[in-house]
């Protein structure tokens, strides 16, 4: 971690999620905890997803989309989060495969000017009945490449 948080330009690509950080997120030294980062932006994905009409009721056989696992987690600390209050999670997807995808993220201020966090997942798509790997729906398909970045 560094004393200062990066600061980055206007989003060109992906989408600004708010997120709350609470009191009972931080640690015993009033640091926003390292396992609630995770949590946050698996709330904030959650939350970009049900605005395009994709969500999960329990029922695995129903999920679709939403029956699948992580393959990969990747976190860098950037700045400490050291009080509760209104922040941001920028999403976007690096890569979107045939049945797997890797998302990029940031934990930012709520305007998303400073980087407190970034990342990538890597989720893989799974049959319900098998539990093996299986295609994404087009229709997923079809509102993922509109979050996929602009190739540099």
Not at 90 to 99: D, V
């Amino acid at each position: 971690m560094t004393a200062e948080a990066q600061a980055v330009p206007a989003l060109s690509h992906g989408r600004l999620i708010a997120v709350a950080v609470h009191f009972d997120d931080l640690d015993a030294l009033g640091l926003l905890h390292n396992a609630r980062y995770p949590v946050m932006v698996e709330r904030a994905w959650t939350t970009l997803w049900h605005e395009r009409g994709f969500g999960f009721d329990g029922d695995w056989e129903a999920a679709g989309d939403f029956c699948n696992a992580v393959k990969e987690l990747r976190i860098t600390y950037q700045a400490p989060v050291n009080k509760p209050g209104a922040y941001a999670v920028h999403l976007w997807l690096e890569r979107l495969g045939n049945t797997g995808l890797t998302y990029g993220f940031r934990f930012c201020s709520a305007d998303g000017a400073t980087t407190y966090a970034h990342g990538t997942r890597v989720l893989v798509r799974l049959d319900a009945a098998t539990l093996r790997p299986t295609s994404w729906s087009e229709r997923f398909r079809a509102v993922g490449r509109e979050l996929l970045r602009p190739a540099d």
